[in-house]
């Protein structure tokens, strides 16, 4: 699987679907997210978001 893919499913699964197990599926225990302001700066806080896109959002793609 190159980057492209793994983006890919991460975005139609976690965010699009709302499945954020699949955020544990394919990051490391030790990832760290870079965004600004983004609070916890790790895959908990990727999650977050994910549950507002799928709320508010028909896709996120």
């Known amino acids: ?6 983006f890919r499913i991460l975005i ?4 699009s679907k709302g499945d954020v197990t699949i955020f ?3 990051t490391s225990p030790d990832f760290i997210e870079n ?3 983004m609070k ?3 895959v908990e806080g990727v999650k977050m978001p994910s549950d507002i896109f799928t709320k508010h ?4 793609h």
């Open 1 to 6: 699987m190159n980057n492209e893919q793994l």
């Open 12 to 15: 139609e699964q976690g965010f």
């Open 24 to 26: 544990d599926k394919y």
């Open 35 to 37: 965004q600004h302001g």
């Open 40 to 42: 916890p700066q790790n």
């Open 57 to 60: 959002l028909r896709t996120f």
